[in-house]
């Protein structure tokens, strides 16, 4: 198998993931405890609490309007990923402290919209769903794993195929024939920006898009009705500090370099205000470049991990990937009856155990706050420290949070403090090990970072 050691060389070997052989180059750079779940698909494993969470949510998107895909390869292009979704040359995604590649034209999906493209053109229904493992190098907390999955969903109508090309009609049948729910909606208007997230008029009209939108907005909320009110229903029987709220949702603006208008969607659920899915009406450039032109309609994507996180009241998101029978048969008989749907049950926490490493920054770096608490810099990126503090510890690493972070007064060198949190869901680490671990991060943050351990 591949290592990770090797990022600088130009050298190009074969790298074989799911049966394929892929040339790697210097962009590839990614671990092999990464490349070790391209082949789990826990989106299919029996029972398992992200495959139940996947078919709650395609029990409302039926056939034969919904084609589903469930086995796509997670090894694309970059025009796949990228470029053909309208993201521009610059876009930090397309980074390689963002993403993982296994060479510069190909990588793992960051997002299940990498398969837009080839789906829009080889269109065997109205509507379809793909449900996949996706990657992206990120934080290390208990939300955050480099390997999460996402559910796509898209449908569309043809000009040229409804009755006189009256697609807003067309789409308000279609509307006419979903059911309603009672929930409470926030929708604030105006639905979209006119800059930022402009209606297509070069395309279809104001009708038109309001219709798609009605359609796309209520096939979301009876998505996310359903999985809630499970939950709900779940944690009412099982849990006593459970307290019982009426559901809320809203939409809230948002952007996608390849939907025009866009949202996201929020679910009011104890006590916060949670993001769920992106979404919206699906540029016409997607379309015209499927050779299917006369098609429009809307698109979507939802993290599954989350969900099932709520859903089943999982605690770590680890525990996804652990084959710990305390663990998986908490859910079978499950996906035979998803009225059978309860909470886990947190079996004994090991303890934890906490190390900080503090560095200087080589001197020619720049660290910069970036997004959320991502430090962006020239030669220095966060994500780097969590991909080999992930290297080493593996799923025994719970948490890493920046502590602290200071700048000499007179040279001006800069100074990072990371405080890490080791903890194993099989059982008690032993000092050593811990010890040993937190000595092999040091070695390699200085070794591959050029970072001065203090
Ligand atoms: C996307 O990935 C877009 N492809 C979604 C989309 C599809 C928009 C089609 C429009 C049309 P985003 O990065 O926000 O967007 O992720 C979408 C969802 O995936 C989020 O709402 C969240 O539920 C989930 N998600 C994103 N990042 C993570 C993460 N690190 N861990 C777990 N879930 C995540
Ligand atoms: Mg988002």
Not at 141 to 156: L, N, T
Not at 203 to 223: C, G, Q, V
Not at 321 to 347: C, E
Request: aromatic content about 10%; overall charge negative; some cysteine.
């Amino acid at each position: 198998p591949a290592t990770a050691e090797n990022t600088s060389s130009k050298v190009t070997s074969n790298i074989t993931i799911n049966g394929k052989a892929f040339p790697r180059d210097s962009w590839f750079n990614v671990p092999d405890k990464v490349l070790a779940h391209t082949s789990r698909k826990l989106h299919l494993q029996k029972d398992h609490p992200i495959s139940i969470t996947r078919q709650i949510l395609e029990s409302k998107f039926p056939g034969p309007t919904y084609h589903y895909h469930n086995d796509f390869d997670p090894v694309v292009s970059t025009y796949e990923n990228f470029d053909s979704l309208g993201f521009p040359p610059d876009h930090p995604g397309r980074a390689r402290s963002d993403t993982y590649y296994i060479n510069k034209d190909t990588l793992l999906r960051t997002h299940t919209s990498a398969h837009e493209a080839q789906l829009f053109g080889a269109r065997a229904s109205p509507g379809y769903l793909v449900s996949a493992d996706v990657y992206r190098r990120d934080e290390v907390d208990r939300s955050h794993y480099p390997v999460f999955h996402q559910m796509e969903g898209a449908r569309v109508w043809d000009r040229a195929t409804v009755p006189n090309g009256d697609i807003a009609a067309a789409v308000y049948a279609d509307l006419a024939k979903l059911p309603t729910h009672d929930i409470e909606v926030e929708d604030p208007h105006p639905p979209f920006h006119a800059e930022r997230n402009p209606l297509q008029t070069d395309h279809h009209s104001a009708a038109e898009a309001e219709a798609i939108a009605a359609h796309l907005k209520r096939s979301l909320e009876l998505m996310v009705v359903e999985v809630f009110s499970r939950a709900q229903a779940a944690a009412r029987l099982q849990d006593p500090d459970f307290v019982d709220e009426p559901l809320r949702v809203r939409w809230v603006e948002a952007y996608f370099p390849f939907t025009s208008p866009s949202w996201e969607l929020e679910v009011y659920y104890a006590g916060d205000w949670l993001e769920v899915l992106g979404c919206g009406v699906s540029k016409q450039e997607l379309h015209i470049n499927a050779g299917a032109p006369s098609q429009l309609g809307w698109a979507f994507g939802i993290g599954l991990d989350r969900i099932a996180m709520l859903l089943f009241q999982i605690p770590d998101i680890r525990l996804f990937w652990s084959s710990d029978a305390r663990f998986l048969d908490q859910f079978a008989g499950v996906s035979g009856d998803l009225s059978k749907l309860k909470l886990f049950v947190p079996f004994s926490r090991h303890p934890s155990c906490y190390k900080d490493v503090s560095f200087w920054l080589p001197s020619t770096s720049s660290a910069a706050g970036g997004n959320d608490m991502a430090v962006r810099g020239q030669n220095f990126h966060e994500n780097d420290v969590m991909e080999i503090i992930r290297e080493v510890a593996g799923d025994t690493v719970e948490d890493v949070t920046l502590a602290d972070q200071y700048s000499h007064p007179t040279t001006g060198r800069k100074s990072m403090c990371y405080r890490i949190s080791y903890r194993s869901l099989e059982r008690t680490l032993t000092n050593k090990e811990t010890n040993d671990m937190h000595l092999r991060v040091k070695a390699l943050l200085a070794a591959r970072l050029g970072v001065m351990i203090r």
